[in-house]
């Protein structure tokens, strides 16, 4: 996870992925952003506005 303060309570999060290699013989890990969000957040933390809107994820186990 990445997170970037921007200005007035504004904060950009990207959550990155590692992807499967392909084939046998991978060289170097895959990585991309599998998420992308811009929020804006209350001085006590609270997330008041969300694009794309977040949802809730059931835990795995």
Same mark, same amino acid.
Do not use: Q, T
């Given at each position: 996870?990445?997170?970037?303060?921007?200005?007035?309570?504004? @904060?950009?999060?990207?959550?990155?992925?590692? +992807?499967?290699?392909?084939?046998?013989?991978?060289?170097?890990?895959?990585?991309?952003?599998?998420?992308?969000? @811009?929020?804006?957040?209350?001085?006590?933390?609270?997330? +008041?506005?969300?694009?794309?809107?977040?949802?809730?994820?059931?835990?795995?186990?």
């Amino acid at each position: 996870m990445e997170v970037c303060r921007h200005h007035n309570g504004n @904060y950009r999060v990207n959550i990155w992925e590692e +992807l499967e290699p392909i084939g046998e013989f991978s060289l170097s890990k895959r990585i991309h952003i599998g998420a992308s969000y @811009y929020l804006k957040v209350a001085d006590s933390g609270e997330i +008041l506005h969300s694009n794309p809107p977040l949802k809730k994820r059931k835990n795995s186990k």
